[in-house]
């Protein structure tokens, strides 16, 4: 049984910092191109980071043990 709850934990925390590397990883990729001269690319990957973050929000909820 301790087994299981630390494996349920394990995935927890692997999936949160799963989905907050993905959004840090889609800001620093929009900077760069914004910064780097394509500016509409930028914005477009921008707006992945609230998408990424609302998607981990509704993971951490789904997978909560009641």
């Known amino acids: 049984m301790a087994n299981a ?3 349920v934990g ?4 692997l999936g949160t910092a799963l989905f ?4 840090v ?4 990729l929009s900077v760069g191109l914004w910064f ?3 500016r ?6 921008g707006l ?3 998408s990424i973050l609302a998607a981990g929000a509704f ?3 789904a997978v909560r043990q009641p």
């Open 10 to 13: 394990t995935r927890h925390r």
């Open 48 to 50: 992945w980071v609230p």
């Open 59 to 61: 993971w951490m909820t």
């Open 25 to 28: 990883i889609s800001f620093l």
């Open 40 to 45: 509409a690319e930028g914005l477009f990957v």
């Open 5 to 7: 709850l630390t494996s």
């Open 36 to 38: 780097t001269g394509f």
């Open 20 to 23: 907050l590397a993905a959004a």
